[in-house]
């Protein structure tokens, strides 16, 4: 009586934007799971199964939301990136220590899921656009970071090569990583080697 016939039989059908809503949420855990296991296991070791039993969805699920795995992978790495406590801080302009503290607090947080994905580029050419991204960031962070002393150098680009390879995320991993070296010598050797290279481009 008077009742909508979409809704006999009791069932009330999903709205455009509560389809919208969930499949948004799926695409979302997928996702999160994704992230989790790049703490676990290389790229190529993370199966579409591990992240469906995750994420809980079925495999097919994840293949309808991305197409592939790599396109996954892809977009799990830039999810991640895009995270806030991935963020890198933006030093004061001009303060080597400051932007040497930023940069390397960035990479405490995210160089070893970032080491994993370096690795595997050539692999996996899905990561090589969000990579690239992250290359372009970083010079760009570089820019700001020190834009007094890039102004103030009669060598602004050959200055800029110099401090962007002093600040990359392998100056970190050489001596976090394999000269096992504290964060606060890490800090202290980067910003020492900066020190150095910004009093011969005055």
Avoid at 2 to 9: A, C
Avoid at 96 to 123: D, F, P
Avoid at 134 to 147: N, P
Wanted: proline share 4%.
């Amino acid at each position: 009586m008077g009742g909508n016939q979409s809704e006999v039989g009791g069932k009330r059908p999903y709205t455009a934007t509560a389809q919208t809503e969930i499949k948004a949420q799926s695409r979302q855990h997928i996702l999160e799971a994704t992230v989790a296991l790049y703490d676990e296991a290389w790229l190529d070791q993370i199966t579409l199964q591990q992240v469906a039993q995750r994420a809980g969805v079925t495999a097919k699920t994840i293949l309808r939301h991305f197409g592939s795995k790599e396109n996954l992978l892809a977009a799990a790495n830039e999810a991640a990136r895009a995270r806030p406590d991935m963020q890198r801080a933006e030093p004061q302009p001009g303060s080597a220590a400051a932007a040497v503290a930023c940069v390397v607090a960035h990479y405490e947080v995210m160089g070893r899921a970032l080491w994993r994905s370096l690795v595997q580029e050539e692999r996996y050419p899905a990561l090589q656009p969000v990579l690239a991204d992250g290359r372009l960031f970083h010079e760009t962070w570089v820019r700001r970071a020190f834009a007094p002393q890039l102004a103030q150098s009669t060598r602004p680009e050959w200055l800029l090569n110099q401090l962007y390879t002093l600040t990359d995320f392998f100056t970190w991993k050489l001596l976090r990583l394999e000269r096992d070296l504290s964060q606060p010598e890490t800090e202290a050797v980067m910003l020492e080697m900066i020190t150095a290279v910004l009093k011969t481009n005055r």
